[in-house]
DNA sequence: GAAAAATATATCAGAGCAATATATGTATGG
DNA sequence: CCATACATATATTGCTCTGATATATTTTTC
């Protein structure tokens, strides 16, 4: 599943901009499990036209840059769905934030407490966000469905990380503890 | 945090081959939060070996290529320590399965419900194999919390989606049903 | 007894990210 | 009241990393 076919995506939810494309990942749907930068994106809408499964419209904006609105064409929609029935890669997550947590024992107790205590806060704030969408009301049944499979993963996160947070501090503070026992 | 601080991750737990730090993040403690490939595992083991972060030893088998094992040195545990004090990127996550899921109106209901149950699955799957997991008994407290966060997470997705997996299917087959009212 | 999977290292083409460049408007704040 | 930061908008480039492939042998599975 490449750049492509993830414009395509976007882009049968309604016509967009490659800017606005990109938001889409970073604020928008798809931003819990999906993103992509402007570097791959832009590329991507240049082959999507020349194949054809895009068309572009240019919109003047006074005092912008013009705005290129791109929108799915026949062919272009019938290569999504086609895409949409291929098995799936396996899922990839990349934590940093998990990875430097596992060597806890390295770090100083206040850098452990900071660590969680900013990742409580920034799960707290993207369930806000995922929680109160308005686009939410009248999406598709799919996008419902993942919206909420997001809001359950994030709430199991921040409820375990509030709940196992002081246990972790403590251990990583008496490190002899458990060994001298 | 790049491959090369990655490796210097996995030594620090323990001496090991190529071979063997691409397992870890494959089946072993990294697998549910990291991951890389020989490509780019070989050529950052080599990078290290020559900045004298990590030491080699050929270690020659009978009846297999020679096993090349490396362990961490003084100065690559200095870097390694130094590196785990950054902060952190964020977190990034790949879910071709949600994207397809977010367009299940363009599916097949049939589609939709083999999807959800070979995700459920696999869920079930990795959690027995990180719940029953002898090498966690032993672990730092780092690793545990990790291993701990990672459980709470899957089983929350596995029983979001043996919670939801009806609803969706029934939603997918009607169409008509909540516009039409 | 054949096919597949595991052990083990290595390379390379292509995909994609992060940073940067360009140009301008709006909000923030000292 | 001006400077700094942030938002809109497209585009390119260097660098990193993945996925596929190559090579060689053993063990397991059917």
């Not at 020349?50 to 006074?62: D, K, P, S, T």
């Not at 990349?94 to 407490?113: E, T």
């Not at 997001?150 to 501090?169: F, K, S």
């Amino acid at each position: 599943m490449d750049v492509k076919i993830l414009c395509l995506g976007v882009l049968s939810r309604g016509e967009a901009s490659g800017y606005e494309i990109k938001k889409a990942f970073e604020e928008g749907p798809f931003s819990h499990f999906h993103q992509a930068s402007f570097g791959s994106i832009y590329p991507a809408l240049n082959a999507l036209s020349a194949e054809g499964l895009v068309a572009c419209r240019a919109q003047a904006q006074e005092k912008r840059p013009d705005k290129k609105i791109y929108s799915l064409t026949a062919k272009g929609r019938d290569v999504f769905t086609t895409a949409l029935l291929a098995e799936p890669d396996h899922d990839r997550m990349r934590s940093d934030f998990l990875f430097i947590l596992s060597f806890a024992q390295f770090l100083p107790p206040a850098r452990v407490a900071a660590l969680i205590d900013q990742r409580i806060a920034w799960y707290r704030e993207s369930l806000e966000r995922m929680e109160d969408c308005e686009a939410a009301r009248c999406s598709p049944p799919g996008a419902t469905f993942v919206r909420g499979m997001g809001i359950a993963v994030y709430r199991a996160a921040a409820e375990y990380l509030e709940t196992n947070r002081d246990a972790l501090i403590a251990d990583v503070a008496e490190p002899e503890a458990l060994v001298a026992e």
